[in-house]
């Protein structure tokens, strides 16, 4: 399997989540992503905005400065700019110099997520960040958190797919299906994206699903799992336990994926649920499963980053790769097309 080429391996022309709604504020906030230095605020009529982080007059942070009002004026020598990057005001000449700007870029805000379009804009128009229902619509109880590792996003976006590390690496965290006859992974791809899914004989549930649920632990209940590579940003699982009066109780874990560079990315999640609505004591739990599930990952693929240098492929496959091997694929075919390649591109 081949290594999407080039020291930052993502594709530009995608949306991708660059910070909670709830970050952007009436101040400057500086973030390290995709590759570059971002600046982040909001207007005064409540739009994110995200420029470079840089002046071009002599390369401040601008993040360094102040909003006034609308315009980011810079710490250094006061160049001021618009929301979308144009320098507005020079105090020390009358005119501003020809090509005095900063790189804006396109922005849309779907809570509690900011997303950013790091290519050609152009590109941009007409496109949507993939639809979330659960995070916007009523019934769903919603948690969260961010951290980042030092691991590229497609080794990120394998352990996503791979659910034949969950007997070694999460033991306590599965159930009884996961090693007993698990049944094989049905896999359906698209052009842009891939999932994978299957439902297991019924089985009872493991400690944290009847903590939550509430569910009697003496009973087997048939569970359906799905997993989505969304798009190069962006990973969506699916858990359901279907419960003795037929009730569907679903989790869904959403990770958005950002590269921060080469060997670091910002890791944005969120779960949501449609059962015990507001119970504190069940988000507690959830967050200790979503969390910790991470935190046990985290030192595996890390190693894994030192031993390859980022670098995402396979000497020997099995079966059940098939899901992160397309989305390798697709991630390549996307730099392909960026780069004005054939795909799949020749390698000497």
């Given at each position: 399997m081949n290594d999407p080429a080039g020291p930052e391996n993502f594709p530009l022309n995608c949306w991708y989540v660059v910070a909670t709604s709830d970050e952007v504020g009436r101040s400057l906030l500086a973030r390290q992503a995709l590759g570059r230095r971002l600046l982040l605020f909001r207007t005064g009529?409540?739009?994110?905005?995200?420029?470079?982080?840089?002046?071009?007059?002599?390369?401040?942070?601008?993040?360094?400065?102040?909003?006034?009002?609308?315009?980011?004026v810079c710490a250094?020598?006061?160049?001021?700019?618009?929301?979308?990057?144009?320098?507005?005001?020079?105090?020390?000449q009358r005119h501003v110099p020809y090509g005095a700007q900063v790189r804006s870029y396109p922005v849309l805000e779907r809570p509690p997520f900011v997303w950013v379009w790091p290519g050609n804009p152009a590109r941009s128009r007409g496109t949507?960040?993939?639809?979330?229902?659960?995070?916007?619509?009523?019934?769903?109880?919603?948690?969260?958190?961010?951290?980042?590792?030092?691991?590229?996003?497609?080794?990120?976006?394998?352990?996503?797919?791979?659910r034949t590390h969950f007997p070694y690496v999460h033991p306590h965290r599965i159930h009884r299906g996961y090693v007993q006859d698990p049944p094989p992974l049905r896999i359906e791809v698209s052009e842009t994206t891939v999932s994978y899914s299957r439902t297991f004989t019924p089985a009872p549930l493991i400690g944290w699903q009847h903590d939550a649920t509430g569910l009697p632990a003496?009973?087997?209940?048939?569970?359906?799992?799905?997993?989505?590579?969304?798009?190069?940003a962006l990973h969506v699982d699916e858990m359901d336990i279907i419960g003795p009066?037929?009730?569907?109780?679903?989790?869904?874990?959403?990770?958005?994926?950002?590269?921060?560079?080469?060997?670091?990315?910002?890791?944005?999640?969120?779960?949501?649920?449609?059962?015990?609505?507001?119970?504190?004591?069940?988000?507690?739990?959830?967050?200790?499963?979503?969390?910790?599930?991470?935190?046990?990952?985290?030192?595996?693929?890390?190693?894994?980053?030192?031993?390859?240098?980022?670098?995402?492929?396979?000497?020997?496959?099995?079966?059940?790769?098939?899901?992160?091997?397309?989305?390798y694929q697709i991630v390549e075919a996307l730099l392909a097309e960026e780069k004005g390649w054939a795909y799949p591109r020749r390698r000497d």
């Amino acid at each position: 399997m081949n290594d999407p080429a080039g020291p930052e391996n993502f594709p530009l022309n995608c949306w991708y989540v660059v910070a909670t709604s709830d970050e952007v504020g009436r101040s400057l906030l500086a973030r390290q992503a995709l590759g570059r230095r971002l600046l982040l605020f909001r207007t005064g009529d409540g739009r994110a905005a995200v420029l470079d982080d840089r002046c071009p007059h002599r390369a401040a942070p601008l993040s360094m400065g102040t909003l006034e009002g609308d315009r980011v004026v810079c710490a250094y020598h006061g160049f001021t700019y618009a929301p979308d990057g144009q320098c507005v005001r020079v105090p020390s000449q009358r005119h501003v110099p020809y090509g005095a700007q900063v790189r804006s870029y396109p922005v849309l805000e779907r809570p509690p997520f900011v997303w950013v379009w790091p290519g050609n804009p152009a590109r941009s128009r007409g496109t949507e960040p993939p639809d979330l229902p659960a995070l916007r619509e009523p019934g769903w109880t919603v948690l969260g958190g961010a951290r980042e590792m030092a691991v590229n996003y497609l080794l990120l976006h394998d352990n996503a797919l791979d659910r034949t590390h969950f007997p070694y690496v999460h033991p306590h965290r599965i159930h009884r299906g996961y090693v007993q006859d698990p049944p094989p992974l049905r896999i359906e791809v698209s052009e842009t994206t891939v999932s994978y899914s299957r439902t297991f004989t019924p089985a009872p549930l493991i400690g944290w699903q009847h903590d939550a649920t509430g569910l009697p632990a003496d009973t087997e209940y048939v569970q359906r799992e799905t997993g989505t590579f969304v798009s190069p940003a962006l990973h969506v699982d699916e858990m359901d336990i279907i419960g003795p009066d037929q009730r569907v109780y679903q989790g869904v874990f959403i990770r958005a994926f950002t590269p921060v560079d080469a060997a670091r990315t910002l890791i944005i999640w969120r779960g949501a649920r449609n059962y015990a609505p507001g119970d504190e004591s069940v988000t507690a739990r959830l967050r200790e499963v979503y969390d910790g599930t991470m935190t046990e990952d985290q030192p595996l693929l890390e190693a894994i980053q030192a031993t390859t240098g980022g670098a995402v492929g396979y000497q020997v496959s099995a079966a059940a790769d098939a899901a992160a091997i397309r989305a390798y694929q697709i991630v390549e075919a996307l730099l392909a097309e960026e780069k004005g390649w054939a795909y799949p591109r020749r390698r000497d």
